[in-house]
């Protein structure tokens, strides 16, 4: 297990370089300058302050240079300065990470427990009413768009029944501490997460329902039945475990793409994440700050691609590692 930890780990950094190397080109064809941006902010447009702000930023020199600057920069764990915001891209980003992880894992988690609570039983009683319900309902949610729900959320259980606060991390001033404190950020957390949970919740629950009645018909399914186990036992340590396999490969993906695609859930409930960042960034062409979030995001997707590697061994034993 190691030895594939070691070579995964390995692949990793070249996929890593390349998405940086990518990322980094991609982001300078853009349009706008953000001298430009700066200068005009600033109220000063004339062309020697925008060629002053290039040559502090270094935005004046051969891309291939700057591309090696970074590349360096990365290499010793530095993300690079934040123009805009005056301060390290790391220190920004440790900053919003946590808040992101708290989102994107509680997100994943409630979406992963019941979609595949769903999934199993619609399985158990395909073709009854339970079955067609959890199937329509799975199928709104999966064709409904987040911000829609995510608004009708804030309407419904903010504004009418005001049980949940509409936006942020924690009220603002109050000053909790302790078991307060995180009961406080829980409470901001309920409608955020569930939205952002409830369209891989649809897909996760689909999914197990489908790999369920593949697996049901399978040859060792009809021997267990044959020799007089009961139904749920069969469900369980049979049919249950061979259909995770594609679930858990598909919840790998959707793990790592979380922490950096929650942008339209952060940004309308005001959590101030790495997505909300990000969206900032890209809209201030701070590039530095920009690359910082995308080179975290894609070590992130990489981790848990090598978790869901190892997770298959856990669901089924008969995986072997390799390379």
């Known amino acids: 297990m190691l030895s594939f930890i070691a070579q995964r780990v390995a692949k990793g950094v070249i996929v890593l370089l390349a998405i940086i190397v990518l990322n980094f080109f991609l982001i300078r064809l853009a349009p706008g300058d953000p001298a430009v941006v700066m200068a005009g902010e600033a109220g000063a447009s004339d062309q020697l302050f925008v060629a002053q702000l290039r040559e502090k930023f270094g935005l004046d020199r051969p891309l291939p240079e700057q591309l090696l600057i970074y590349v360096k920069g990365i290499a010793s764990l530095d993300l690079g300065f934040s123009f805009r915001q005056q301060a390290p891209v790391a220190k920004l980003i440790a900053e919003r990470l946590p808040a992101t992880l708290l989102l994107t894992l509680s997100a994943f988690a409630i979406s992963l427990l019941l979609g595949v609570f769903f999934g199993v039983l619609a399985a158990r009683f395909a073709g009854t009413f339970l079955d067609t319900a959890i199937t ?4 709104i949610f999966y064709a409904t768009p987040l911000f829609w729900i995510a608004l009708i959320a804030i309407l419904l259980f903010s504004v009418w ?10 009220t603002v001033g109050a000053g909790y501490t302790g078991l307060r404190h995180a009961l ?3 409470a901001h957390l309920v409608m955020p997460a569930a939205t952002l949970g409830l369209f891989f919740m649809a897909t996760y629950t689909r999914m197990t329902r489908a790999s369920m009645l593949e697996v049901r018909r399978l040859d060792f399914v009809k021997t267990a039945r044959a020799k007089g186990l009961r139904d749920g036992v069969i469900l369980r340590r049979h ?3 061979n259909a995770l396999l594609p679930v858990v490969t598909l919840a790998g993906v959707h793990a790592g793409t979380l922490v950096g695609g929650a942008v339209l859930t952060e940004t309308v409930f005001a959590w101030p ?3 909300r960042l990000m969206y900032d960034a890209l809209i201030q062409r701070d590039y530095n700050l920009l690359l910082g979030v ?3 995001s894609s070590a992130m997707v990489l981790i848990f691609n090598l978790i869901t590697d190892l997770v298959y061994r856990l669901v089924d034993p008969r995986i072997e590692y390799a390379s």
């Open 273 to 275: 994440g790495l997505g």
């Open 136 to 139: 329509v309902l799975a199928l």
């Open 239 to 241: 049919v249950l475990r």
């Open 294 to 296: 995308f080179v975290v």
């Open 161 to 170: 029944a005001d049980w949940l606060p509409s936006f942020g991390y924690e």
């Open 184 to 186: 406080d950020v829980a």
